[in-house]
């Protein structure tokens, strides 16, 4: 599930409440003597539920979905229409609240027999499920989508289907859907380098090599489609050394940045590409500037080994012995690194800070506009490829949207208590005699106001031309201030008596106020036992890490005491044929 990033102290909720409290305004009085035209109505439904889209399109889910709530309850026929109902259930999904979602898409299903509605659930459903990692029947819920797909959902819903039917039974459409498709849409290059995976899986080499080299003709200023097109012709790369081409693989490999995210696994590609070629002053090349980057890259621990091995196998046992010194003590401090970043995971407002800074911290361009209880950098080196783990993507999205909830119930906790207040002040209104009396002297005020400004008049007149234009302003904007202070104590006069809160308010906000505690509790709970689910992922790669340096640890050292031991024979052997010569003169 995916949750976009909202504010908490945004006051949807407090404008409902307020209007729960005070009541709200009844525009049919409007209409009450004239009747109310269709047009009319119809516009006004139509502003009513704008408010909703407005916030749809911002992604501002929450205040959408309260605005939703909200022109339901005063029976708006578009919030209670089918199509509504479907955006409804979406932005559920897209909350992170699959499970109120559900009977919204169950009950469309087993009520409307609108083709396109029909098919806008079975998407939102088939979503509802992939967010919950349920594979098999978000697949399932896709094959029911026939005909006509609504333009709001299609790309998504082709581009959701890559992902999901992992037998290629879609791919037939996929490529129909590019025909409607924009290549502007954000979906178009993912949805060919899906394409590309699904080919594969069912074989289709041709097809699938052809996919991917239109990814990989992407250019642009976008990072991430580059960082697409990059992956695309690493996928090429390895295609063509598997088929044993590993000129087309060198080729494709060259074509990578070496810098970006791929750039280590391309450049160890190239090296050993370039080995099979007997290229290896490229290989070592390609090493020399892995070489250089952080031990936490696994590409960058293989590069160390490999290179003073092919430093030997040129026959320089010199630069080897170095390059083998040199890893030994990369190794032991990768080995302190690993040991460091576990303490860091340990500390126990790392998950929350980790989550809510994750993108900056992922970033190192942004490191300056951040600040942080601990060094991420001693950290984040060793999680790349965990970040490309499902497993733990999962837990780092429950963990956002729980942080986002726990943050957002923490807010309305803390409003309980001005909640109390307005109830309290509600009912302590009244309207007494000295109402009545402010009433009367107000008329008594306003007739004097209107005759001392028609003295203010007479006496502008005898002014000058220039202070006149300034005396006759200032009146004008003191009337106007008047007239909506009498527009005010008129209405006054209409009131019988002040407005009451029905007997059920009461009672009705205690049980919010309880339910609120009880979810935050529950949301509390959920934290706790996902934290630690978070930590065991990063520790696991972690030992993966440490088992993989220790294996290349021993295998430097083995290397340089091999070397040793050939140095000291030719240093003995050449010591002895010295003895030689000289014992022969």
């Given at each position: 599930?995916?949750?976009?990033?909202?504010?908490?102290?945004?006051?949807?909720?407090?404008?409902?409440?307020?209007?729960?409290?005070?009541?709200?305004?009844?525009?049919?009085?409007?209409?009450?003597?004239?009747?109310?035209?269709?047009?009319?109505?119809?516009?006004?439904?139509?502003?009513?539920?704008?408010?909703?889209?407005?916030?749809?399109?911002?992604?501002?889910?929450?205040?959408?979905?309260?605005?939703?709530?909200?022109?339901?309850?005063?029976?708006?026929?578009?919030?209670?229409?089918?199509?509504?109902?479907?955006?409804?259930?979406?932005?559920?999904?897209?909350?992170?609240?699959?499970?109120?979602?559900?009977?919204?898409?169950?009950?469309?299903?087993?009520?409307?027999?609108?083709?396109?509605?029909?098919?806008?659930?079975?998407?939102?459903?088939?979503?509802?499920?992939?967010?919950?990692?349920?594979?098999?029947?978000?697949?399932?819920?896709?094959?029911?989508?026939?005909?006509?797909?609504?333009?709001?959902?299609?790309?998504?819903?082709?581009?959701?289907?890559?992902?999901?039917?992992?037998?290629?039974?879609?791919?037939?459409?996929?490529?129909?859907?590019?025909?409607?498709?924009?290549?502007?849409?954000?979906?178009?290059?993912?949805?060919?380098?899906?394409?590309?995976?699904?080919?594969?899986?069912?074989?289709?080499?041709?097809?699938?090599?052809?996919?991917?080299?239109?990814?990989?003709?992407?250019?642009?200023?976008?990072?991430?489609?580059?960082?697409?097109?990059?992956?695309?012709?690493?996928?090429?790369?390895?295609?063509?050394?598997?088929?044993?081409?590993?000129?087309?693989?060198?080729?494709?490999?060259?074509?990578?940045?070496?810098?970006?995210?791929?750039?280590?696994?391309?450049?160890?590609?190239?090296?050993?590409?370039?080995?099979?070629?007997?290229?290896?002053?490229?290989?070592?090349?390609?090493?020399?500037?892995?070489?250089?980057?952080?031990?936490?890259?696994?590409?960058?621990?293989?590069?160390?080994?490999?290179?003073?091995?092919?430093?030997?196998?040129?026959?320089?046992?010199?630069?080897?012995?170095?390059?083998?010194?040199?890893?030994?003590?990369?190794?032991?401090?990768?080995?302190?690194?690993?040991?460091?970043?576990?303490?860091?995971?340990?500390?126990r407002d790392v998950p929350r800070e980790f989550i809510r800074n994750l993108e900056a911290i992922m970033d190192?361009?942004?490191?300056?506009?951040?600040?942080?209880?601990?060094?991420?950098?001693?950290?984040?080196?060793?999680?790349?490829?965990?970040?490309?783990?499902?497993?733990?993507?999962?837990?780092?999205?429950?963990?956002?949207?729980?942080?986002?909830?726990?943050?957002?119930?923490?807010?309305?906790?803390?409003?309980?208590?001005?909640?109390?207040?307005?109830?309290?002040?509600?009912?302590?209104?009244?309207?007494?005699?000295?109402?009545?009396?402010?009433?009367?002297?107000?008329?008594?005020?306003?007739?004097?106001?209107?005759?001392?400004?028609?003295?203010?008049?007479?006496?502008?007149?005898?002014?000058?031309?220039?202070?006149?234009?300034?005396?006759?302003?200032?009146?004008?904007?003191?009337?106007?201030?008047?007239?909506?202070?009498?527009?005010?104590?008129?209405?006054?006069?209409?009131?019988?008596?002040?407005?009451?809160?029905?007997?059920?308010?009461?009672?009705?906000?205690?049980?919010?106020?309880?339910?609120?505690?009880?979810?935050?509790?529950?949301?509390?709970?959920?934290?706790?036992?996902?934290?630690?689910?978070?930590?065991?992922?990063?520790?696991?790669?972690?030992?993966?890490?440490?088992?993989?340096?220790?294996?290349?640890?021993?295998?430097?050292?083995?290397?340089?005491?091999?070397?040793?031991?050939?140095?000291?024979?030719?240093?003995?052997?050449?010591?002895?044929?010295?003895?030689?010569?000289?014992?022969?003169?």
């Amino acid at each position: 599930m995916r949750v976009s990033t909202v504010n908490s102290t945004k006051p949807g909720l407090a404008l409902i409440f307020c209007f729960l409290v005070f009541g709200v305004f009844d525009a049919e009085h409007v209409w009450a003597k004239n009747g109310k035209p269709d047009s009319v109505l119809r516009s006004r439904q139509a502003l009513e539920y704008g408010t909703v889209f407005y916030d749809f399109y911002q992604q501002d889910y929450f205040t959408a979905l309260v605005d939703h709530e909200y022109v339901s309850h005063l029976g708006n026929p578009i919030a209670l229409g089918d199509q509504s109902q479907v955006l409804k259930g979406g932005m559920l999904v897209s909350y992170g609240v699959p499970n109120q979602a559900l009977p919204i898409f169950e009950r469309l299903l087993a009520s409307t027999h609108d083709e396109e509605t029909q098919n806008s659930a079975w998407y939102y459903l088939a979503r509802l499920y992939y967010n919950k990692s349920d594979a098999a029947n978000a697949a399932k819920a896709l094959s029911n989508i026939k005909g006509r797909v609504s333009p709001d959902v299609h790309a998504e819903y082709h581009y959701l289907a890559t992902l999901i039917n992992i037998n290629g039974n879609h791919l037939e459409k996929a490529e129909q859907a590019f025909e409607v498709l924009p290549q502007t849409s954000p979906y178009h290059p993912y949805l060919r380098f899906n394409m590309a995976i699904g080919h594969l899986k069912s074989g289709n080499l041709v097809q699938a090599v052809g996919e991917l080299e239109h990814v990989a003709s992407y250019a642009g200023q976008k990072e991430e489609l580059l960082v697409l097109a990059d992956r695309a012709r690493h996928g090429l790369a390895q295609l063509a050394i598997q088929s044993g081409n590993f000129l087309a693989a060198w080729n494709y490999l060259t074509g990578i940045r070496s810098v970006g995210l791929y750039s280590n696994r391309a450049l160890l590609t190239y090296a050993w590409a370039a080995i099979k070629l007997k290229r290896f002053e490229d290989a070592i090349s390609a090493l020399e500037i892995l070489n250089e980057r952080s031990i936490a890259l696994p590409e960058v621990q293989e590069a160390k080994v490999l290179l003073a091995h092919l430093y030997e196998q040129q026959g320089e046992p010199r630069k080897a012995l170095k390059s083998n010194l040199l890893a030994e003590k990369e190794f032991k401090k990768g080995l302190e690194q690993v040991e460091e970043a576990r303490r860091i995971i340990g500390l126990r407002d790392v998950p929350r800070e980790f989550i809510r800074n994750l993108e900056a911290i992922m970033d190192e361009s942004e490191w300056h506009g951040v600040q942080l209880s601990v060094d991420y950098k001693k950290l984040t080196p060793f999680l790349i490829d965990l970040m490309a783990s499902n497993a733990f993507t999962e837990v780092l999205r429950e963990l956002t949207d729980l942080y986002y909830i726990q943050n957002n119930l923490q807010y309305w906790s803390k409003q309980t208590a001005e909640h109390a207040l307005i109830l309290e002040n509600s009912s302590q209104k009244t309207f007494d005699k000295n109402v009545r009396q402010f009433l009367q002297k107000s008329e008594t005020l306003q007739s004097r106001f209107d005759d001392q400004t028609l003295e203010l008049r007479l006496l502008t007149l005898t002014l000058e031309e220039s202070v006149q234009d300034r005396m006759s302003a200032l009146i004008e904007t003191t009337m106007q201030e008047l007239k909506i202070l009498q527009g005010t104590v008129n209405q006054l006069k209409d009131v019988k008596a002040p407005y009451r809160l029905p007997e059920s308010y009461d009672g009705m906000v205690a049980a919010l106020h309880k339910r609120l505690d009880v979810q935050l509790a529950e949301t509390n709970k959920f934290i706790s036992v996902l934290e630690p689910v978070m930590r065991d992922l990063v520790n696991v790669e972690l030992n993966k890490h440490e088992e993989r340096m220790r294996y290349y640890w021993a295998q430097s050292r083995l290397a340089k005491a091999r070397l040793y031991d050939s140095t000291l024979l030719e240093l003995e052997q050449a010591k002895s044929m010295t003895n030689d010569s000289e014992k022969g003169e």
